[in-house]
Nanobody, 123 residues
């Protein structure tokens, strides 16, 4: 199976942008649908965005539609989350996840997770 490593988090101000990266290693990256999830302190891990193995289908949580985009570079075995117009409520640890099947927004259907990267948005 793949191993996932996220990067790109940090401390930004409201309205700023960040791009998160998730690098995969191991099995063939195109076997996997990829998702981004986030978890704020005291909250459950929630869906943010997902992309199908070849990028033909993408899905977003209502809270990030129009502000976040998800993309993948299969040659680099990397998935990205471009976050624009960041808000304080976007503050969370962000995790990428993989599943060897069709893309889904359901957190419980992803079996492979990265270690997470922290995003903090100040007002």
């Amino acid at each position: 199976q793949v191993q996932l490593v996220e990067s790109g988090g940090g401390l930004v101000q409201a309205g700023d942008s960040l791009r998160l990266s998730c690098a995969a290693s191991g099995r063939t990256f195109t076997y996997y649908a990829m998702g981004w999830f986030r978890q704020a302190p005291g909250e459950e891990r929630e869906f943010v965005a997902a992309i199908s193995p070849y990028g033909g289908s993408t899905y977003f949580a209502d809270s990030v539609k129009g502000r976040f985009t998800i993309s993948r570079d299969n040659a680099k075995a990397t998935v990205y989350l471009q976050m624009n117009g960041l808000k304080p409520e976007d503050t969370a640890a962000y995790y990428c996840a993989a599943r060897q099947a069709k893309v889904t927004m359901n957190r419980d259907e992803y079996g492979i997770w990265g270690q997470g990267t922290q995003v903090t948005v100040s007002s």
